[in-house]
């Protein structure tokens, strides 16, 4: 039938076997709508194929022949014009099985015959305006994203144009190495599935390749633009440029998760291995090697051969190409000689037109220069400034308080105090080295090296922050401190410890002032803990000292404990406890309470202030527990309750916390559970 047409106005399309019904529907809707009508799915989705960008809404019957209301979903399915084009259903059928089906195929809405015209005008209406809203939204999201990706941009080609003006290149070799790596990408996904590329990763790595000689800013001028051949000195100094410009990437932290930071990272580090194994920094060899960092490995080879550099002329395209084929530049992926041969025509003739831009290439160079300019110094003087101004301000605000502040050096054994920690310590001197020399063992204890140095085996790179509580013999006065520490690493890859900061704070306060003899009273013999002794009375002094600070308590135990003991003996179950409370105090922060309050249960003491989200603290704590000790798989189940007034008391809270603990520990291993009033009596235990 035709359309019921009206100027400007959203267009419906009606799809039902039915004439009768069709006619009903446009009937109701023509009056503000444009109504075009079907006959079965065949025909609609033939239509859609064609016009489906001209539709605000489909009403699709489910009983049609030839194809039916459920074919019709599937292929919009199939085809993804279910996101863009949204399907009320309409039928006479009420069976559940079949609403859920329509539902779980991206219908919408549901419609039963007989209508009501009121109904059947206000869900189009409804359903129209939602999508309107969705698109506009989107619209607005995608504005966002594409200003930011051009902010991106722009630094990005800011510092790496920074690094050529450094290098004495043209400043056309960052965009070329972008367009040469975006070219080559899009090739290898039509030509393989064999690596793990989506369409959209493309225009990220391409973006990333731009900082893949970032680290030449650490390099001396007098090497980087020497115009004779390096010495084989010279020329180490020179490969030094891939793990500095990996490890100034790798010192984001911030942003280590961002997926150009990943793909700059590997880029920055591996962009000169090879193939056959013969490349720097790591030997790596065939698909060892980051398909991001071969792309850019091979685009980077030839634009230095086809540009003119301080020590060598530009060699013709056709024979750089050749030489690269041939394996005169060291091996590449032989599926990416592939494509490079087939692309090389559009490669030449993207280079001897104009390649468009999102952003000034003047621009970029300018802003580049300037920055050179500032203050006359270099690019490493400037980073050697800043350094030295982040050392004095770190000096300045240690003076201000009583904490020992520490920087620990691992290659050399290196000890930094700030001024506060070399008076408490005793020593005469704010740098130690060998940090454990006699004189440092005998104040801190012999175990305390050990005790430490497993924890820094245990710590990886994507969580450098670990906190353990000890007894330290400070100005002849023995008592508990935390130590809380940051670690650092010279790379991701086979990590290596470099340097640990941190800082030594005196939790007496927290753990009540008491002698030595009560300490031991106070304290789990096992785990070093606070016992339940020690717990009841550390928090009724909080409760007491803190009022206007937050608590929450949580009550946890390990997941088939018994069968850790059953197995593999009493000790390895000591092991395994003593392990839980290093997790417990790696995790938690200075101001919370560790305990634990019996065989394997174990009580933690939030102290944390109104604008942090309690839920988030403990999601983080309990993710940390859980692991794995030799064969064993640890795992906790915790049960929290957050104190809601300061005239609640501790026993009750625990009361709470443990009947939220019974109910996680019915609902399966390694979850934690809220209390709420609905657990009122949940546990057993009085």
Known sequence: MPDRVSDKRERILVVDDSEMNRSILADMLS?????????????????LAKEAHSFSLMLLDIVMPIKDGFDVLTEMNRTGLIEDLPVIMVSAETASAQIERAYELGATDFIMRPFDASIVYR?????????????????????????????NSLMVDILSHIVEFRNGESGLHILHVRTITDFLLR?????????????????????????????????????????????????????????????????????????????AYEICRWHHERWDGKGYPDGLKGDEIPIAA?????????????????????????????????????????LLLECFADEFDNICAIFTGNISRNIAQNDIR???????????????????????????????????????????????????????????????????????????????????????????????????????ECQLLLGGERRWYKVIMRLIWAEEIEPTISSVIGKVVD???????????????????????????????????????????????????????????????HMFGDKVLQELSERLLHSTRVHDLCARIGGDEFLIVFDYSPEYDIHSIVARVHHSLCGRV????????????????????????????????????NGGKGSYTFYDDTMKGASPRK
């Open 31 to 47: 009056d503000k709508f444009d109504v075009t009508e079907v006959e079965n799915g065949e025909v609609a989705l033939q239509l």
């Open 123 to 151: 869900r189009v209406l409804n359903t129209i305006s939602l999508y309107a809203k969705q698109r506009k939204l989107m619209s607005v999201i995608e504005q966002q994203i594409a200003e930011k990706e051009q902010n």
């Open 187 to 263: 090739k290898l996904i039509k030509k393989t599935t064999r690596y793990s590329i989506a369409e959209e990763d493309i225009p990220v790595i391409s973006l990333a390749s731009a900082l893949h000689d970032i680290g030449k800013i650490g390099i001396d001028d007098k090497i980087l633009n020497k115009p004779g051949r390096l010495t084989p000195e010279e020329f180490a100094v020179m490969k030094s440029h891939s793990m500095i410009g990996a490890s100034m990437l790798n010192s984001l932290s911030m942003y280590k998760d961002d997926p150009l930071v990943k793909h």
């Open 294 to 334: 071969q792309i850019v490995a091979l685009a980077d080879v030839y634009d230095a051969l086809t540009s003119e550099r301080v020590y060598k002329p530009a060699f013709p395209k056709e024979r750089a190409r050749d030489m690269i084929l041939h394996g005169e530049c060291g091996e590449f992926n032989p």
């Open 366 to 468: 300018q802003i580049a220069k300037a920055a050179l300019r500032s203050q006359g110094v270099t690019a490493s003087e400037r980073t050697l400034k800043l350094l030295d101004y982040e050392r004095m301000k770190y000096n300045f605000y240690a003076q201000l308080t009583d904490e020992i502040q520490f920087e620990y050096n691992v290659e050399n054994d290196l000890l930094r105090l700030n001024p506060v920690g070399a008076n408490k310590l005793g020593v005469d001197t704010e740098i130690i080295a060998p940090a454990s020399s006699a004189k440092l063992k005998a104040q801190l204890g012999e175990g305390w090296f050990e005790g430490m140095k497993k924890v820094l085996r245990r710590t990886k790179p994507d969580s450098p922050e670990f906190s353990r």
């Open 507 to 569: 939790v007496n306060t927290t753990h009540v002032a008491i002698s030595e003899l009560k300490e031991k009273s106070i304290r789990d013999p096992l785990t070093g803990l606070l016992n339940r002794e020690g717990v009841n009375e550390a928090i009724e002094h909080k409760f007491d000292t803190f009022p206007e600070r937050r608590f929450a308590v949580a009550v946890l135990d390990v997941d088939d404990f018994k069968s850790a003991n059953d197995i593999y003996g």
């Open 630 to 665: 030799d064969d064993f798989d640890l795992s906790v189940s915790m049960g929290i309750v957050e104190m809601t007034s300061k005239a609640q008391k501790f026993p009750s809270l625990f009361k709470k916390a443990d009947a939220a603990l019974y109910v996680s520990k």
